[in-house]
């Protein structure tokens, strides 16, 4: 974390020195996107900590934990499948569901699911795209993250 922050500083100095303006700018921009999401993002973070602190810690295990097996990766595919989370709280949540003692594998089987399978909203894009296409994009995509999963699973060694 302190070499991305140090790089973050550094690069800012460069773009300051290159560009004044547009630096001032972008900084500017960027401070006000982050006002706007901070509110839900902190939202959030308090919903998903009181849910964290109500469920026991062994039943969030059992479920989701690295015994959970096969049933970890179902539930937590589905759990992705059917949540309309944007990303910016998604990568939180998942920072949070690791340090909680959630897989990795797990974990990137639930954000890469939260990203690209929309069960919710299924019914739209096959009003758009046709329901073939619809639901083939949406098998297409759960396998993917399937493959995504145990390949997150394998380099950690945890497969």
């Known amino acids: ?11 800012l100095i460069i773009s ?20 706007k999401i901070f509110p839900s993002l902190i939202s959030v973070i308090i919903l998903v900590s009181i849910v964290l602190y109500l469920i026991p810690q062994n ?6 934990g690295s015994s959970s097996g096969i049933r970890g990766y179902l539930f937590a595919g589905l759990l992705g499948s059917i949540s309309l ?3 910016f709280i998604a990568y939180p949540l998942a920072g949070i569901l690791v340090k909680s003692g959630v897989s990795y594998p797990v974990i990137a089987m639930f954000v890469t699911t939260l990203m690209m399978v929309g069960i919710v909203t299924l019914p739209l894009e096959a009003r758009y795209f046709g329901l073939k296409t619809a639901i083939l994009r949406n098998v297409l995509s759960f396998l993917g993250a399937v493959v995504v999963a145990l390949l997150i699973g394998l380099t950690w060694g945890l497969i």
């Open 1 to 11: 974390m302190k070499l991305l922050t140090n790089l973050t500083i550094f690069l």
């Open 16 to 35: 300051f020195l290159v560009d004044r303006k547009k630096t001032t700018l972008g900084v500017k921009k960027g401070i006000m996107m982050f006002a």
């Open 59 to 64: 039943l969030l295990l059992h479920y989701l």
């Open 85 to 87: 989370i944007p990303g």
